[in-house]
Nanobody
């Protein structure tokens, strides 16, 4: 089992920055890659980015490439650094764990999910 807890969301002005954290626990977490997704009102949940279990590979959605950065530390915490935020980045952000790197863009492949953290970007 893997447990994931997000934190760091909040209200920020357009152009600002936030860093979200995803604290993971569970003995099998090291066997999983970690993805970030977001769900905005009236829209489907979408892939934001992912990082491999060893931190050596990352992938990003085109909409956030160059603005968002995913990293992880040695203590099972994964971070989503968000710069140059736009109002359209407003959403609930979730971290999730997936066993296969080839599946990181597929929401249905993820086995474990956090509860989400709200990010609101004002114009």
């Amino acid at each position: 089992q893997v447990q994931l807890v997000e934190s760091g969301g909040g209200l920020v002005q357009a152009g600002g920055s936030l860093r979200l954290s995803c604290a993971a626990s569970g003995r099998t977490f090291s066997m999983h890659h970690t993805g970030w997704f977001r769900h905005a009102p009236g829209k489907e949940r979408e892939f934001v980015g992912a990082i491999s279990r060893n931190g050596g590979s990352t992938e990003y959605a085109d909409s956030v490439k160059g603005r968002f950065t995913i990293s992880r530390d040695a203590k099972n915490t994964v971070y989503l650094r968000m710069n140059s935020l736009k109002p359209e980045d407003t959403a609930v952000y979730y971290c999730a764990a997936v066993p296969g790197w080839g599946m990181v863009r597929s929401e249905t492949s993820y086995l474990y999910w956090g509860q989400g953290t709200q990010v609101t970007v004002s114009s």
